[in-house]
């Protein structure tokens, strides 16, 4: 881990702090902070409620305290819940299954997608839990991890990650850039989408380039109309939820976000989430929420900035070094 630097700020030191909906805040940490074990935030949870104003609550019973790694700078990306259209049987437009773990592929590895998808090893076995219209977002599902299924009748079923085959994930972005389709500047989800469907055959093998194939599980824990599972085993929020390292931000913290670049942003969020590619004290990515408008705006977010940490005032204290203090 690279050297850390820690300093507490003022509420008048956040860029913005005063024009947020502190409101809007609280009720989001108030959904994970009753799962906080220690006493101290705890006692944080019971008075969320006691103080009326939301932006005093805050100010009254948090530090915020700037936590920066030496040489590391800042970087906010986005992420969301796909959202594809399925059916519970399949037809002649519900063509593409998506299939839960079967029992030989637990412990190691297993079959490569080639494999899972040309050999039938998986077929008339009970696995499938829908059927969806689109092999191209069925495929970026299993990369994101989980995601919602609209059904013909208007309701829905949550899916979330179940296992997977066991070979390293391999990314089909790059792959095309190898190949000199694209410059790395100009690939994203949506160009890579573009591009399977614009060539079916030879998009149908770029996939296939990707050896890795995850397995999904049914979600019932929360209702399939509110936001999916973070980390911390609760619905999280659009726009108000994000995902952190937990090195270095506490699940359940709220963290000041000071987002530059493109449309620049200033709120308060709730860290309810963890990603394999979220590391460093100054790295955060940003639930947009639900669907292709969301996936739009997640997927063309890397911007700079600051995120500050919310921290229980004793607690805030104590991480500092004495020379500091």
């Given at each position: 881990?690279?050297?850390?630097?820690?300093?507490?700020?003022?509420?008048?030191?956040?860029?913005?702090?005063?024009?947020?909906?502190?409101?809007?805040?609280?009720?989001?940490?108030?959904?994970?902070?009753?799962?906080?074990?220690?006493?101290?935030?705890?006692?944080?949870?019971?008075?969320?409620?006691?103080?009326?104003?939301?932006?005093?609550?805050?100010?009254?019973?948090?530090?915020?305290?700037?936590?920066?790694?030496?040489?590391?700078?800042?970087?906010?990306?986005?992420?969301?819940?796909?959202?594809?259209?399925?059916?519970?049987?399949?037809?002649?437009?519900?063509?593409?299954?998506?299939?839960?773990?079967p029992r030989e592929a637990k412990g190691g590895q297993w079959l490569t997608r080639r494999e899972i998808e040309t050999s039938g090893a998986l077929q008339?076995?009970?696995?499938?839990?829908?059927?969806?219209?689109?092999?191209?977002?069925?495929?970026?599902?299993?990369?994101?991890?989980?995601?919602?299924?609209?059904?013909?009748?208007?309701?829905?079923?949550?899916?979330?990650?179940?296992?997977?085959?066991?070979?390293?994930?391999?990314?089909?972005?790059?792959?095309?850039?190898?190949?000199?389709?694209?410059?790395?500047?100009?690939?994203?989800?949506?160009?890579?989408?573009?591009?399977?469907?614009?060539?079916?055959?030879?998009?149908?093998?770029?996939?296939?380039?990707?050896?890795?194939?995850?397995?999904?599980?049914?979600?019932?824990?929360?209702?399939?109309?509110?936001?999916?599972?973070?980390?911390?085993?609760?619905?999280?929020?659009?726009?108000?939820?994000?995902?952190?390292?937990?090195?270095?931000?506490?699940?359940?913290?709220?963290?000041?976000?000071?987002?530059?670049?493109?449309?620049?942003?200033?709120?308060?969020?709730?860290?309810?989430?963890?990603?394999?590619?979220?590391?460093?004290?100054?790295?955060?990515d940003i639930f947009f929420g639900t669907g292709d408008e969301a996936g739009k705006a997640a997927g063309t977010l890397k911007d700079p900035g600051r995120?500050?940490?919310?921290?229980?005032?004793?607690?805030?204290?104590?991480?500092?070094?004495?020379?500091?203090?």
């Open positions: 881990m690279s050297e850390t630097h820690m300093k507490i700020l003022s509420f008048d030191d956040l860029d913005g702090w005063a024009a947020d909906d502190h409101e809007a805040a609280r009720k989001v940490f108030l959904n994970t902070c009753a799962d906080l074990d220690a006493p101290d935030w705890q006692t944080l949870c019971a008075a969320a409620t006691g103080i009326e104003d939301a932006r005093k609550f805050f100010e009254l019973l948090f530090r915020p305290v700037l936590i920066e790694e030496k040489d590391k700078s800042a970087l906010f990306t986005g992420y969301f819940e796909p959202e594809l259209d399925g059916s519970l049987a399949p037809n002649g437009r519900y063509r593409f299954p998506v299939y839960k773990m008339g076995r009970g696995l499938e839990i829908a059927w969806v219209d689109d092999s191209v977002e069925l495929f970026f599902l299993q990369i994101q991890g989980s995601g919602r299924i609209r059904l013909p009748n208007g309701s829905y079923i949550r899916v979330g990650y179940g296992g997977a085959n066991g070979h390293k994930y391999r990314s089909i972005g790059a792959e095309l850039v190898r190949r000199g389709v694209y410059n790395a500047h100009q690939v994203s989800a949506q160009v890579i989408k573009n591009w399977v469907k614009r060539n079916p055959v030879d998009g149908a093998e770029l996939l296939r380039h990707n050896d890795s194939f995850v397995f999904f599980r049914e979600v019932n824990r929360v209702p399939a109309h509110k936001g999916p599972l973070g980390a911390m085993n609760r619905s999280i929020t659009a726009m108000r939820s994000i995902a952190v390292d937990p090195k270095f931000t506490p699940l359940g913290a709220p963290v000041w976000v000071e987002k530059d670049g493109a449309g620049p942003l200033r709120r308060l969020m709730i860290a309810q989430d963890t990603g394999s590619a979220i590391k460093g004290a100054q790295r955060a995120m500050v940490v919310l921290l229980p005032i004793q607690r805030a204290y104590a991480m500092l070094p004495e020379s500091v203090l």
